[in-house]
């Protein structure tokens, strides 16, 4: 299957600073991808889907300005978590949809700790 | 975009067994996929399963789709230690995003 890339894989920062996390397609190009948050034993919530050069398109209930989404490249989309607080340490997944195969294929993970 | 429900919630069997993990949904799907988490990691994408195919298989998997019934099965088979893992079903009827439900928690004991 394809592989796609998260970084970083886990960061603790202080409260009130930015974070920004990484995806990236290694070996196809993906117009689109999605980020996902999930919390400690619960299913994998959909955030955003971010599309290349073009907004990103936010589910209901989540902040775009909390949560700044680019996709400049047609391998690279970032999340930023601006202002981080506590209630946002969460695992942070991305996912990059491969088109030719019909699927998505996912990053492995960002775990974000807020002190 | 699509939920899928999977079923049981959890499950616990003996390595060497057999595990079947079940996913109902409620509208018409181009295709069905299974994912497989392991605890803190990524979802690994395990087989994919068109609206017009009835199973598949891949290694010790084998997946079944009822269109009629809206639902998919999948079925492991000789149960090793490293499948514990969650598993999630993604019903897909447009391409784009992939909504989860809960997913099935499986627990093969040595």
Same mark, same amino acid.
């Given at each position: 299957?394809?592989?796609?890339?998260?970084?970083?894989?886990?960061?603790?920062?202080?409260?009130?600073?930015?974070?920004?996390?990484?995806?990236?397609?290694?070996?196809?190009?993906?117009?689109?991808?999605?980020?996902?948050?999930?919390?400690?034993?619960?299913?994998?919530?959909?955030?955003?889907?971010?599309?290349?050069?073009?907004?990103?398109?936010?589910?209901?209930?989540?902040?775009?300005?909390?949560?700044?989404?680019?996709?400049?490249?047609?391998?690279?989309?970032?999340?930023?978590?601006?202002?981080?607080?506590?209630?946002?340490?969460?695992?942070?997944?991305?996912?990059?949809?491969?088109?030719?195969?019909?699927?998505?294929?996912?990053?492995?993970?960002?775990?974000?700790?807020?002190? | 975009?699509?939920?899928?429900?999977?079923?049981?919630?959890?499950?616990?069997?003996?390595?060497?067994?057999?595990? &079947?993990?079940?996913? *109902?949904? %409620?509208? =018409?799907?181009?295709?069905?996929?299974?994912? !497989?988490?392991?605890?803190?990691?990524?979802?690994?994408?395990?087989?994919?399963?068109?609206?017009?195919?009835?199973?598949?298989?891949?290694?010790?998997?084998?997946? &079944?789709?009822?269109? *009629?019934? %809206?639902? =998919?099965?999948?079925?492991?088979?000789?149960? !090793?230690?490293?499948?514990?893992?969650?598993?999630?079903?993604?019903?897909?009827?447009?391409?784009?995003?992939?909504?989860?439900?809960?997913?099935?928690?499986?627990?093969?004991?040595?």
């Amino acid at each position: 299957g394809a592989v796609v890339s998260q970084h970083p894989s886990r960061v603790i920062c202080k409260s009130g600073t930015s974070v920004k996390i990484e995806c990236r397609s290694l070996d196809f190009q993906a117009t689109t991808m999605f980020w996902y948050r999930q919390f400690p034993k619960k299913s994998l919530m959909l955030m955003a889907t971010s599309n290349e050069g073009s907004k990103a398109t936010y589910e209901q209930g989540v902040e775009k300005d909390k949560f700044l989404i680019n996709h400049a490249s047609l391998t690279l989309s970032t999340l930023t978590v601006t202002s981080a607080h506590p209630e946002d340490s969460s695992f942070y997944i991305c996912s990059a949809d491969a088109v030719a195969q019909e699927t998505q294929y996912f990053g492995p993970g960002t775990r974000l700790l807020v002190l | 975009s699509q939920q899928g429900e999977e079923d049981p919630q959890a499950l616990s069997i003996q390595e060497g067994e057999n595990a &079947t993990m079940n996913c *109902s949904y %409620k509208t =018409s799907i181009n295709n069905l996929q299974w994912y !497989r988490q392991n605890s803190g990691r990524g979802l690994v994408h395990l087989i994919l399963i068109r609206s017009n195919e009835r199973e598949k298989h891949s290694g010790r998997l084998r997946v &079944t789709l009822d269109t *009629s019934k %809206k639902s =998919s099965s999948l079925l492991i088979t000789a149960s !090793r230690a490293a499948d514990t893992a969650s598993y999630f079903c993604a019903p897909n009827n447009q391409g784009g995003k992939l909504i989860f439900g809960q997913g099935t928690e499986l627990s093969v004991k040595p």
